[in-house]
Structure formats: structure tokens, C-alpha cells
């Protein structure tokens, strides 16, 4: 499976930004998919993470009230609907798959994801 995201670009502080993933096909059993972000010299953050078989969902805190995953498996996409930015957000934000993990409640680490896309750049300035 492939993914591509896309949707990044500059937004001013306060403003909206949704972005996709679509994955080329999904063959049984990749069930999490998840979106992490990382700005220039820091490490990899997970940010939100959804179980395509049941919907349920982990959010860091960080972006807890702002940001919304969710997931069309009949088109294979899954959205990260972003409000309130702050220039704080301002990362690339890459997409993940793996077929044998579940979102857990409490964390979200890229080790767990297998496939990955190749980033969308999100800028919050002014």
C-alpha cells in the first residue's frame, strides 16, 4: 500500500487547514492510521491516531479541542481537520499505516507504524 498525503500550506495563526491521506489500496488487516509531525530539529510527535474497524481514536494533548481525525474506508482516506492553528503547529505532517497495530488511549509512537507518506508541509505564521 502506498499513501499520499496532501493538504499542507500557510496559514495564519487562529486559521484552518484540513488535511488527507489516501492510501493506494488497503488489503485486509491495516486497520490504524495515524498522523505524526515534525518540526525542523525535533523529533517525530504523534499527533492522532483512528482504528478504521470501530472509529475510535487517540489525540495528544497538544492538540486536544483543535484537531479531528477521521476516516472514509470506503474511499480509503483518512482527513486530520485542523482549527485554531498556532505557530507551535508548524511541522511536516506525514501519514501512517500498519496493519497489525491499535490505536491505544494513551500514546502514539512511530516505531508501531510501518507505512509511511512522504510529508505535507504545514507553516502557521503571519
Known amino acids: 500500500v502506498q499513501l499520499q498525503a496532501s493538504g499542507g500550506g500557510l496559514v495564519e495563526p487562529g486559521g484552518s487547514l484540513r488535511l488527507s491521506c489516501a492510501a493506494s489500496?488497503?488489503?485486509?488487516?491495516?486497520?490504524?492510521m495515524a498522523w505524526f509531525r515534525q518540526a525542523p530539529g525535533k523529533e517525530r510527535e504523534g499527533v492522532t491516531c483512528?482504528?478504521?474497524?470501530?472509529?475510535?481514536?487517540y489525540i495528544a494533548d497538544s492538540v486536544k479541542g483543535r484537531f479531528t481525525i477521521s476516516a472514509d474506508n470506503a474511499n480509503n482516506t483518512v482527513w486530520l481537520q485542523m482549527n485554531s492553528l498556532k505557530p507551535e503547529d508548524t511541522a511536516v505532517y506525514y501519514c501512517?499505516?500498519?496493519?497489525?497495530?491499535?490505536?491505544?488511549?494513551?500514546?502514539?509512537?512511530?516505531?508501531?507504524?510501518?507505512?509511511w507518506g512522504q510529508g505535507t508541509q504545514v507553516t502557521v505564521s503571519s
Open positions: 483512528i482504528n478504521r474497524s470501530d472509529g475510535t481514536t
Open positions: 501512517a499505516a500498519d496493519p497489525d497495530y491499535y490505536c491505544s488511549e494513551y500514546d502514539l509512537f512511530s516505531s508501531d507504524f510501518n507505512v
Open positions: 489500496e488497503f488489503s485486509f488487516g491495516y486497520h490504524a
